[in-house]
């Protein structure tokens, strides 16, 4: 998988197309799931509900703001690949982003 711009990981997936489709259904399903959105507030101060829950005319300020919610997906995107799908050796930078202690522990 190419890495989005902006992206600190990069899903490990050996040109596998199986494994590909796997890791976008996680992040779509993980994207539906409450408990999962408030975990990632948490560990990141970054609330995804905002996005999902504007009315027509708040995101159409938004897109003539220049504030699509780009930024914030990317960081949903790159707390999945280390927290729920486990990719933490596709960290780029040799730092660990939205680790959860307690896992490692």
Same mark, same amino acid.
């Given at each position: ?24 259904? /996680? %992040?779509?399903?993980?994207?539906? =799931? *409450?408990? $999962? ?13 905002? /996005? %999902?829950?504007?009315?027509?005319? =708040? *995101?159409? $300020? ?14 949903? %995107? ?28």
């Amino acid at each position: 998988m190419i890495p989005i711009e902006g992206m600190k990981t990069v899903p490990q997936f050996h040109d596998d197309d199986i494994m590909m489709g796997a890791f976008v259904g /996680l %992040v779509r399903f993980a994207l539906r =799931e *409450k408990e $999962i959105i408030d975990r990632f507030k948490a560990d990141t101060g970054i609330d995804l509900s905002k /996005l %999902v829950s504007k009315s027509p005319i =708040e *995101k159409m $300020i938004d897109t003539a703001c220049g504030h699509n919610g780009r930024m914030e997906i990317i960081s949903f %995107v790159d707390w999945v690949n280390v927290n729920l799908w486990g990719e933490e050796s596709g960290v780029n930078d040799d730092t660990p982003i939205f680790i959860d202690e307690r896992r490692e522990a």
